[in-house]
């Protein structure tokens, strides 16, 4: 059972990356939490509550992921002019033992 939900993990979290899939495993996602049909319907009252957490809160972990990777990238390539010059500047040693 360990390895069925790692590998879903694993899977959703690949696809998601991935900007050709990202769309359409997010209206998925959605798609699975809105229709009735889910692998613990929720009418059953804990376990149809558990695996709509589960999905939600892989969703928006991946989303979160990428919208800080994407603000890092964003905020790398506003570095100030003179900072630039400071870092090409820089020399790195390595010590000799």
Do not use: C
Request: net charge negative.
């Amino acid at each position: 059972m360990d390895s069925i939900l790692k590998s879903f993990y694993n899977w959703y979290r690949e696809k998601i990356q991935h900007p050709k899939y990202r769309w359409l495993i997010i209206l998925g996602t959605v798609a699975y939490l809105l229709l009735p049909f889910d692998i613990a319907p929720d009418f059953i009252p804990i376990l149809g509550w558990i695996d709509d957490g589960l999905i939600v809160s892989l969703l928006v972990t991946e989303l979160s992921t990428l919208f800080l990777e994407h603000r890092q990238k964003g905020s790398k390539s506003s570095i100030p002019q003179e900072d630039k010059i400071n870092q090409e500047q820089t020399i790195d040693v390595e010590p000799i033992s």
